[in-house]
Structures are given as C-alpha cells and as structure tokens.
C-alpha cells in the first residue's frame, strides 16, 4: 500500500496562488496515474486533476481549467497542484490519490483506494 503525504496547504487571498506537494512512498508510483481530489464542508468529495504515469495526459474539472496545473517528478515520487487565481469556493481539504489500477483515469473517488491525510486550503474574499 502507498503512503501518500500532503503539503503546502494554508490561507490565502483571492486571486492569489498556492502549491500543493503530494509525496509518495513506493517502488511503483510512476506506473500509476496519480489524482487531487477537494472536500468543502457538509460537501461530497470532488474531483479536481488528475495525471496519467508519464504526465503526458492531465485531466481537470471544469471549474479549475485554466486556474489549476496538475504537474508530476516520478524522480521524486511527488505530484503537485499549482493553484492560481484562488476563489473562495476552492476552500477545502484538498486531497492526493492514487488509483486502484495503475492506468485508471477514472474521475470517480470510489475508483481510487490510496488516499492522503489532505491539506487545508482556505481562501479568503
């Protein structure tokens, strides 16, 4: 099993920029697609980005395009999420993943089964 640790959670203002870290234990983390995830209060889980193995393929919910980038050093078995231009409704604990099955895309949380403690990213208006 993975062991997934996330960082570079905190507060910020709208309109500004964080970067999140996601570090992985492992042999195997770059044949795996690797996922973030956000969870707001009294929400449902959401899907945010996600990467395929080589970082050739990323793929991003509509309400972050354009605003977020999902990148990956399989070096250094780390994934990160650059967050730019900040809202308040991207306040939550965001979360880093890994699939069930290494080329899973999927955007469901249910389809991944590796989960970090997350980080909380709060943004003030």
């Known amino acids: 099993q993975v062991q997934l640790v996330e960082s570079g959670g905190g507060l910020v203002q709208a309109g500004g920029s964080l970067r999140l870290s996601c570090a992985a234990s492992?042999?195997?983390?770059?044949?795996?697609?690797m996922g973030w995830f956000r969870q707001a209060p009294g929400k449902e889980r959401e899907f945010v980005a996600t990467?395929?193995?080589?970082?050739?393929?990323?793929y991003y919910t509509d309400s972050v395009k354009g605003r977020f980038t999902i990148s990956r050093d399989n070096a250094k078995n780390t994934v990160y999420l650059q967050m730019n231009g900040l809202k308040p409704e991207d306040t939550a604990v965001y979360y880093c993943?890994?699939?069930?099955?290494?080329?899973?895309?999927?955007?469901?949380?249910?389809?991944?089964?590796?989960w970090g403690q997350g980080t909380q990213v709060t943004v003030s208006s």
């Open positions: 492992g042999r195997t983390f770059d044949s795996y697609t």
């Open positions: 990467i395929t193995s080589s970082g050739r393929n990323t």
């Open positions: 993943a890994q699939p069930k099955w290494p080329v899973m895309t999927s955007r469901r949380a249910s389809d991944f089964g590796s």
